[in-house]
């Protein structure tokens, strides 16, 4: 991922004053090391939301996380010498409960002795195994391959969702060697937006003169494996839209809440949020005519195990038409998919 600077022994560490992240459609940002933070309650809580919902079918029948039984480490992230170094050590116990198609229900255990920043993902121990005098049975097999294959999704998402949580305030973005002035938890001021726009893209932006600009529709739909619920999370939620769109972001997922993503290349407001059902927000790309703004409407349609979105798109310049449909599939659809997994079926 761009920005993550050298890899030292296992841990990727980045530069204080020598990475620059390409975002697109904006210019570079600087980042600089600020303080140390402690993860392990939010990661305790992270590994808990994102490991209970773990479920998968086959011939056999289903097998589901019903307990996350054991969660013991800690997590954190520190600047040493200049060097920001991510660090988490874990060991988690999770009892999971089968279901075979004749409804004869079996009890398990999963351990995972070695979540940490020490090894790969691929080298992280997913053991599966069937409680004590259960019988043997073949959703064992389907727990230990499809489960541990979701299991080990769930792991990778949390490791991203760290990286960029907890780098907010220890990591802000600057231009032209100056600090913004965005809190992190807090959607920026329009003021300092303007600021940053005029230090960097001034003799770029076109000027709103009070003129027409021709504008189209765009529609886009595709298709998510995981429920409308769980979608509709993604999209409102911080740390997992930092986590698809790989860049620092700020969002109020409430009626009037402001949104800046990409590091303020994407920038909007929420008109209307139906939980699970729709969300409808003013949108614009940074390049647009200065105070301009499309409306985005999303709909979730429960397609029983999958999710419809269908985006409609009104007020695109008609001249950003392409590249706004390609934004969006590109780096919130597809970007989604393959961050949390919700683009490859299991069997």
Not at 272 to 281: G, T, W
Request: a negative charge; glycine letters at 8%; charged letters at 25%.
């Amino acid at each position: 991922m761009p920005g993550q600077g050298d890899k030292v022994g296992e841990h990727w560490i980045a530069p204080v004053c020598a990475v620059s992240v390409a975002v697109p459609d904006s210019h570079p940002a600087w980042f600089s090391c600020r303080t140390e933070r402690d993860a392990s309650n939010w990661s305790t809580e992270r590994l808990k939301a994102l490991l209970l919902p773990v479920r998968v079918e086959g011939e056999e029948g289903a097998c589901e996380v019903t307990e996350v039984s054991k969660l013991d480490g800690e997590a954190s992230i520190n600047n040493r010498k200049g060097k920001l170094i991510f660090f988490y050590e874990w060991v988690i116990k999770l009892a999971w409960t089968g279901t075979s198609k004749t409804g004869v229900k079996y009890k398990g255990y999963v351990e995972i002795p070695n979540l940490s920043d020490e090894n790969d993902i691929d080298e992280v121990e997913i053991l599966v195994s069937l409680a004590k005098d259960e019988p043997d049975t073949n959703l064992k097999t389907l727990m230990k391959q499809e489960g541990a294959k979701k299991i080990r999704d769930a792991i990778k998402t949390y490791i991203s969702t760290l990286k960029t949580e907890f780098t907010q305030g220890m990591i802000l973005p600057t231009v032209n060697g100056e600090h913004m002035e965005t809190a992190p938890q807090v959607a920026p001021k329009a003021e300092d937006c303007k600021m940053a726009a005029r230090s960097s893209t001034a003799t770029l932006q076109p000027k709103s003169i009070g003129v027409k600009i021709p504008t189209c529709k765009i529609s886009l739909k595709d298709t998510f494996l995981t429920s409308p619920e769980e979608l509709y999370r993604v999209f409102v939620t911080q740390e997992m839209v930092q986590a698809f769109t790989h860049a620092q972001a700020t969002l109020e997922a409430d009626k009037g809440g402001k949104f800046q993503l990409l590091d303020g290349s994407v920038t909007g407001e929420f008109v209307d949020l139906v939980p699970e059902k729709q969300l409808v927000m003013k949108w614009r790309f940074k390049s647009w005519p200065a105070g301009h703004f499309a409306t985005i409407t999303l709909n979730f349609n429960d397609k029983g195990g999958e999710t419809e979105v269908c985006l409609e798109g009104k007020g695109i310049p008609a001249s950003e038409e392409e590249r706004t449909k390609q934004g969006w599939q590109r780096y919130y659809f597809e970007g989604i998919k393959q961050t949390f997994g919700y683009g490859a079926r299991l069997f």
